[in-house]
């Protein structure tokens, strides 16, 4: 069950619903790293199409692997190593390829439930169970495009709390989300 | 099932072990805030006993709530409402006390599983589905104080993932504990 996230920049939308690209934010990285560690992912990917978006998470991963951080913080540098910085989706598919041999089985996340049809926690757990390869995809900013939900092979289920809010960050959907599908208690 | 949550600053250990006062930060509390939203805590109690660590978290809190946030975005205000700022745990305990009628039952958690006897997720939901009030206790920096675990009337067991590795934020360790106990999906 090699099994890998995504945290997208774009194609995102914003408040108004027009799709940008969302800026890096230092403890997004932090937070999915940290989770990736604790649940067993291979590697986290950091999308984001602009070139100085890149240097900027590249600059962060690197002081906390080879910087002052690592001296600082040996978990943290466990953590930030599972970072891969690319500019699109389609790199980290063809990356993923590359290292296990076959592409992974795209599923989306989203707070919302008029995207699309969704499946439950328990279907994808039982996907990875299954030892295919699954590339999990959360978005930033008010959430992914369209498109790109319905390119994805499936789209997981929102988190229902008690009360119909549905605005957690996308650090906290992460954790809630890998803790689903991976836990052991 | 009145339940309530606190983010504790003081007493907590830093990285040498020894007890601080940590820093508010910001994102911890919209983070939390939001989390609360979701799974109707009743109230999300921000506290430390410096007042100008105080003043920085009702400040932010107002932003969202009375100034510029709130005509930003509602649904933040909504959870940014539920942040009462207090000096002291003592103090939490006295307001619940005062509106519920009765002391609340006080869960700690913490990332360690040497720190006291703990109890399962299914032990605590059980009491919270028992409408008995509950308090809830996140620590800061690593962690919250011995003595302050051992003044609780439970500890939570720690989130295992699958590696050993127990190095999530706060705002991802309240995430995951908080659906683990309330979620309905």
């Given at each position: ?7 997208l920049?774009?194609p ?15 403890l ?17 990917y ?19 692997v ?12 466990e953590?930030?190593?599972?970072i891969?910085v ?6 980290a ?9 076959t ?11 008029d ?32 498109e790109?939900i ?7 289920e ?12 996308v650090?906290t ?9 991976f836990?052991?208690?």
């Open positions: 069950m090699p099994f890998y996230i995504g945290l920049h774009y995102v939308y914003n408040r108004s619903g027009e799709v940008i690209v969302s800026a890096i934010t230092n997004d990285l932090h937070d999915l790293a940290r989770l990736a560690r604790t649940y067993g992912v291979e590697r986290f950091v999308i984001n199409p602009l070139i100085d978006q890149q240097d900027l998470a590249r600059r962060i991963r690197s002081h906390w080879s910087g002052h951080g690592a001296e600082y913080n040996k978990d943290r540098m953590a930030m190593s599972l891969a690319v500019a699109t989706l389609e790199e598919i063809a990356e993923i390829r590359e290292k296990e041999g592409a992974p089985i795209l599923v989306a996340t989203d707070a919302s439930n995207r699309g049809e969704t499946v439950p926690y328990s279907f994808v757990r039982g996907i990875a169970m299954s030892h295919r390869t699954v590339l999990i995809l959360f978005g930033t900013a008010w959430g992914m495009a369209r790109l319905r390119d994805a092979d499936y789209l997981l929102p988190i229902l709390g008690v009360s119909g809010y549905n605005h957690l960050s650090r959907a992460a954790a809630i989300t890998l803790d689903r599908l836990s052991q208690n």
